[in-house]
């Protein structure tokens, strides 16, 4: 009699410095994947087998012996530890590279931020709906601080307006994934990452569950002002190339500025070469105000540049000190 062989899923969860956060996030995945949990199932994911693969991103407290500790009483808990802290995005990178011999993938952030409880509604819909993903987005982003919520919906709408990939508003990581879809994310190899971009950017089957946002449990968040805006500058270069046209639009409508003027300035001259020229204020306002277009347009190439030269560099997206 041949054995039947049920559908495995790898719970990948990149932690920074969370030592409250491993213990109290295992029991709770663990108590919305109960038997019970997974009965309205369809009849294979009733019996679904899932590991968990915690990925340790250079944390410096008890995170990585929190996570030894589970392991020595459940076999189903891995992890993978950093040489030093690489980002969420190297975590997710590495998660999928373990864990790309498993039927389904799902990413969740360790902070219970990600609502354990959507999980078996989630793979409900992947199993019913035969989807490549089910994805989450939330409704707000209540608790957050005023001005990061401000600037965050400011660079989806921007990033979704000048980019052929669309994003989802309110999109999360926290999604579940075939293996398929975890190969076409891997096969980028790219060291800027930006996922919920590459996610979108691979097609697929994705269907989105809404929810209300939910606030951090313990601990702090790992995102400081100017990290989200280096990374959501990093973003926009990675997936547009709309700044280099604007930059050279405007650098067109200037020219066309200048030869109006000029033309202007000239025929005023031989019209009546007596008139006598001021014009200080002029000058200076003219200079200033190209100058600093100029600096600009400089800045916006010099992006581009350095993300060619960041990915020539062709260095690994992470560095791994021990894993099991
Ligand atoms: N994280 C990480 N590396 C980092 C920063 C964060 O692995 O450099 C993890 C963190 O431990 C958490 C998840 O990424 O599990 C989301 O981080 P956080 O809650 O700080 O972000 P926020 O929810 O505030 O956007
Ligand atoms: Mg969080």
Known sequence: MQETVYPSLAIIVPVHNEEENIHIFYDAVKKNLTAEGLLSLPDAFKHLKYDFWYIDDGSIDRTLLEIKQLQLKDSSVHFVSFSRNFGKE????????????????????????DPPALLPKMLGKLANEQLDSVATRRLDRKGEKPLISFFSNLFYEFISKISSTKLVSGARDYRIMSRQMVKAVLSMPENQRFSKGLFTWIGFRTEYISYKNVQRKKGQTKWS?????????????????????????????????????GIFVIVRKLLDPAIAIGGWTTITVIIMFFGGLQMFSLGVVGRYISAIFLESKRRPIYVEKESK
């Not at 190297?90 to 931020?113: E, N, R």
């Not at 990675?238 to 405007?250: A, D, E, K, R, W």
């Open 90 to 113: 190297a975590a997710i990178y590495a998660g999928l590279t373990y864990a790309k011999k498993y039927d389904y993938v799902v990413l969740m952030d360790v902070d219970l931020q």
């Open 225 to 261: 002002f100017w990290k989200l805006f280096k990374y959501a500058i990093s973003a926009l270069i990675s997936f547009s190339t709309v700044p280099l046209t604007l930059v050279t639009v405007l650098g067109f409508l200037t020219t066309l500025l200048a030869v109006v003027g």
